[in-house]
């Protein structure tokens, strides 16, 4: 009876959806088929129990191998259709290129982009002096390692046909006695620069910042700017990464992703969302209309030919502590779809025009419509039924039994 009721409601606002953005000069097919076409890449480590610098509440239930964690990605894709791709930590995911081949292959799944992880402490030289950074370590030995892992995971793309690899590094320093800040740089841009080199077809770098955490004091690649300038330095094979999450409060985020693509540096993103610091919650569940205006400007710059947004990579990067984390990844991508079909429903020629007449009341009131007053919901499902998806994946995911999912999860 209820999944009759939410049936004729689907039905219904899909008719008023189609109406409503016909008005605004949106066919809906077109938002149906560029919505199909959106893929989004989901993080190995997003399926696992994460947890507070306090503790891992684990119950058990969650994937503990990268057989889990590539498994539930393949059911994330199986019940959305979006998520073909997983981003690899190495070494955390592990380094037997074979075996990560087979369970990807397995799961129905392509290698996303390679993460260098190179800020866990493990065999020495990459021990606890790795807390004086990796990159940028001022202990020779160490720094050639650091450089010597990430050589090494350019071989791992090379191995599983990945073409994208994820730059983030945890260096920085928590005082300013510690390091000069133009050594620090040198040694940045001499590393990269090797780490550049081995890039190779049609192999991308992608440079993350973080204005804090773990360096309090000065982090190494902290702000956009110099993420940009990096890029530029090396060339066109680096390009800046967004994680949402890794700006101040309050910053700008979308006036940024406007810039990063008139420059042509724009690679793509690591969505999250934030309340105070770099929380890694479910991306727009604190604030959709932040996410809804990211889509907003990326729309506009596929519309105008700037970039297309088939050339950015969607990428979610979350910790999954309280909730069940398939279940939030597939929230995270529900998201994600959301804000693109509002961006897709906004009347743009009314827009422009408003601009034009510099009437920022029209101007807002056009996009708080689309925001507000478009029966996402309807589209979204009725764009899944229609690829023979479950309308709702959470519920789907949530009525396999725990059973099922355990022995998938491994
Ligand atoms: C750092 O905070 C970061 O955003 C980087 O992308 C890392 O790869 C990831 O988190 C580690 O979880
Ligand atoms: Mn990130």
Known sequence: MFEDVQESVREQQYGIAAKLLKSRGVDINEVKSKLAALKIEVPSWGFSRAGTRFAVYTDGTEPQTIEGRIAAAGLCHKLTGATPSVALAIPRDGEDCDLLQKLLSANGLAAGAINSDSFNPRQSPLDYRLRWGSL????????????????????????????????????GTNSAGQLSLFEQGRLLEESLRQLYAALTGNQQIFIEYKFF???????????????????????????????????????????IVANLQMLGKLGGFHFNDK??????????????????????????????????????????????????????????????QRAYVLALSV????????????????????????????????????????????????????????????????
């Open 213 to 255: 955490e773990p360096g309090f004091y000065a982090t190494a690649i902290a702000d956009w700017g110099w993420a940009y300038a990096l890029a530029q330095k090396l060339g066109d094979r680096a390009k800046v990464l967004v994680d949402m999450g890794h700006h101040p409060l309050g910053t700008n985020i979308e006036q």
């Open 347 to 410: 009347d743009r020629r009314t827009w422009e025009d408003a601009q034009t007449k510099v009437d920022p009341e029209l101007g807002d009131q056009i996009l708080k419509n689309a925001f507000f007053d478009t029966p996402a919901n309807a589209i979204l499902q009725t764009s899944r039924l229609e690829r023979g998806l479950p309308a709702d994946p959470i519920t789907e995911c949530r009525a396999r039994s725990s059973k099922q999912r355990g022995q998938s999860a491994g």
């Open 275 to 336: 309340k105070y610091a770099d929380d890694d919650l479910a991306t727009g569940s604190v604030d959709p209309f932040q996410l809804f205006r990211i889509f907003n400007v990326l729309v506009e710059a596929d519309l105008s030919g700037l970039q297309p947004i088939g050339d950015v990579a969607f990428m979610i990067d979350e910790s999954h502590c309280l909730k069940d984390p398939l279940e939030e990844m597939i929230e995270a991508v529900d998201n994600i």
């Open 136 to 171: 940028t370590n001022p202990i020779a030995e160490v720094r050639r390692a650091a450089l010597q892992h990430h050589l090494d995971c350019v071989q791992v793309m090379c191995k599983l046909g990945s073409r994208n690899f994820s730059l983030w590094l945890h260096d």
